[in-house]
């Protein structure tokens, strides 16, 4: 069974502090792996997307590292603001680019100013 | 970039009655779509992917003739919540899909009194 797990379920921090939040999934044969952010009440939007053949995506303050073999990816946050306050999800595409995504519950931000 | 519209946003509907939410792509074609469902707290549970101009294909434990989804052009897609109850009240979110990813819509919240 297709599994993606998120470690911590939430987090606090203090303003200014670099973060890592973790994902790990069960099954290697992943597509692509993507971070979201979700505000609260409010959808996704999409932060960083690694292909299967690709180790880590960056995009600004954010980097996302994707471990095939370990199963594992992770989300580090630099510099971390209080607008970062979100829950983040990681999601495995599992089937190609038309497959569905597996989602983890989310990690709880909170970056306190 | 892609974009992806819902409507409504949020809605409001006594039990019994039948409620409709859109999921379009603006300004792409998307022969996929997918409908999640996401309780408080919780993650994103995928329902069904819908096909334009087939059946929609639906996830373990999801009452096919309880969700209705028609997925008539390449830009549009349907849920209707038939018979709606209390726990039904969720928060419902579509993506439509490319070639190379996924991009989500920004969610409908439906409450069922």
């Known amino acids: 069974k297709q599994e993606v797990t998120q470690i911590p379920a939430a987090l606090s921090v203090p303003e200014g502090e670099n973060l890592v939040l973790n994902c790990s999934f069960t099954?290697?044969?992943?597509?692509?792996l993507q971070w979201f952010r979700q505000d609260p009440g409010k959808g996704l939007t999409s932060l960083l997307l690694?292909?299967?053949?690709?180790r880590e995506q960056t995009s600004g303050r954010l980097n996302a590292s994707l471990d095939k073999s370990s199963g594992r990816s992770t989300l580090y946050i630099a510099a971390s603001q209080p607008g970062d306050s979100a829950t983040y999800l990681c999601?495995?595409?599992?089937?190609?680019?038309?497959?569905?995504?597996?989602f983890g519950k989310g990690t709880k931000l909170s970056v306190k100013p | 970039g892609a974009v992806v519209s819902q409507h409504p946003s949020w809605v409001i509907c006594k039990s019994g009655t039948s409620v409709k939410i859109e999921c379009r792509s603006l300004?792409?074609?998307?022969?996929?779509m997918f409908w999640y469902r996401q309780f408080p707290k919780q993650s994103l549970m995928l329902m069904a992917t819908?096909?334009?101009?087939?059946?929609?294909?639906?996830e373990q434990g999801v009452e096919k003739d309880k969700f209705l989804i028609n997925h008539a052009s390449l830009t549009l897609s349907t849920l209707t919540v038939t018979s709606a109850h209390p726990e039904d009240s969720s928060f419902y979110i579509c993506?439509?899909?490319?070639?190379?990813?996924?991009?989500f819509g920004p969610g409908t919240r439906l409450t069922v009194t």
């Open positions: 993506s439509a899909t490319t070639s190379y990813q996924q991009y």
């Open positions: 999601a495995g595409t599992y089937g190609g680019s038309q497959g569905n995504l597996i």
């Open positions: 300004d792409f074609q998307a022969t996929t």
């Open positions: 819908s096909n334009e101009g087939s059946k929609a294909t639906y």
């Open positions: 690694i292909q299967s053949s690709q």
């Open positions: 099954d290697s044969a992943i597509y692509n």
